[in-house]
C-alpha cells in the first residue's frame, strides 16, 4: 500500500450540490495533486498543492478548489456540481518539488446525478 | 493532438509470451517518464520510473528515445497478473507546468492461459 488514503470511497451528488473530497498524504511527503479520471480516460491533472499553496492548475474551471493542511493532508472541492463531474477523483503524493514519483491514494468515486 | 498518446490495445497476449507498447508525448521539454499499472476501478500504481538508459526491473523493460519522443515498455514472460492497463506518464518541469503529469489514456493488456 502506499500510505495515501481518501475518503469518502464513494459519494453520490445531486446537480448544483457542493462536495468536499479529502486525501491523506504519505508520511514523509509535502505534495499532493488532485486528478479527476473519467471512464476510459487517463487521470486528468486538477492542481497541485505544496506546502499550503496551490502550484500548478489544470484546465478545470474554479468551481473546483483545494486546501492544504500543515500536516500535508488535502481537500477538494467542487461546487455546482454537472453530470461531467462523475469520475473517479485521485489524490497523489510526493516527497518534493519536482520530478520525483507520485503515490496514488484508492480514490474517490463520485456519481452526479 | 493529445499531449501522451498510447495504443489502447487490447493486446491479447498468451502467458509467457512477450508483449511491447509504445507511448509517444508532443513536448519536447519533458523531463522524467514513467510507467503506472492500472487494474479495473483502482487506482494507478507506479510500475518503475523511465530512464534515458533503459532500464530494467525483472520481467519489464523500459526504454526512452528523446528523438523520437516515445517511450516503450516491454514485458517478458507474461503473467496473467500482467493482465491490467498500463499508463504512460510524463512530466514537465516547466515554470507554468510545474509538477504536472500528463497521463495517456492507457494500454489494455489482457493475458490469457
Known amino acids: 500500500e502506499t500510505g495515501v488514503t481518501q475518503s469518502p470511497t464513494h459519494l453520490i451528488k445531486t446537480r448544483g450540490q457542493q462536495v468536499t473530497l479529502r486525501c491523506s498524504s504519505q508520511?514523509?511527503?509535502?505534495?499532493v495533486s488532485w486528478y479527476q479520471q473519467a471512464l476510459g480516460q487517463g487521470p486528468q491533472f486538477i492542481f497541485q498543492?505544496?506546502?499550503?499553496?496551490?502550484?500548478g492548475r489544470g484546465n478545470f474551471p474554479p468551481r473546483f478548489s483545494g486546501l492544504q493542511f500543515p500536516n500535508y493532508s488535502s481537500e477538494l472541492n467542487v461546487n455546482a456540481l454537472e453530470l461531467d463531474d462523475s469520475a473517479l477523483y485521485l489524490c497523489?503524493?510526493?516527497?518534493?518539488?519536482?520530478?520525483?514519483?507520485?503515490?496514488f491514494g484508492p480514490g474517490t468515486r463520485l456519481t452526479v446525478t | 493532438r493529445k499531449e501522451v498518446e498510447q495504443d489502447p490495445g487490447p493486446f491479447n497476449v498468451p502467458e509467457g509470451a512477450t508483449v511491447a507498447f509504445n507511448c509517444t508525448y508532443s513536448n519536447s521539454a519533458s523531463q522524467s517518464f514513467f510507467w503506472y499499472r492500472q487494474d479495473c476501478r483502482k487506482e494507478p500504481k507506479l510500475l518503475m520510473s523511465v530512464y534515458s538508459s533503459g532500464n530494467e526491473d525483472g520481467r519489464f523493460t523500459a526504454q526512452l528515445n528523446r528523438a523520437s519522443q516515445y517511450i516503450s515498455l516491454l514485458i517478458r514472460d507474461s503473467k496473467l497478473s500482467d493482465s491490467a492497463t498500463y499508463l504512460c506518464?510524463?512530466?514537465?518541469?516547466?515554470?507554468?507546468?510545474?509538477?504536472?503529469?500528463?497521463f495517456g489514456a492507457g494500454t489494455q493488456v489482457v493475458v490469457t492461459p
Open positions: 508520511s514523509g511527503h509535502n505534495t
Open positions: 506518464v510524463v512530466n514537465m518541469a516547466l515554470a507554468d507546468s510545474w509538477g504536472k503529469l500528463q
Open positions: 497523489a503524493s510526493r516527497k518534493e518539488e519536482g520530478l520525483d514519483e507520485q503515490y
Open positions: 498543492y505544496y506546502r499550503e499553496e496551490e502550484n
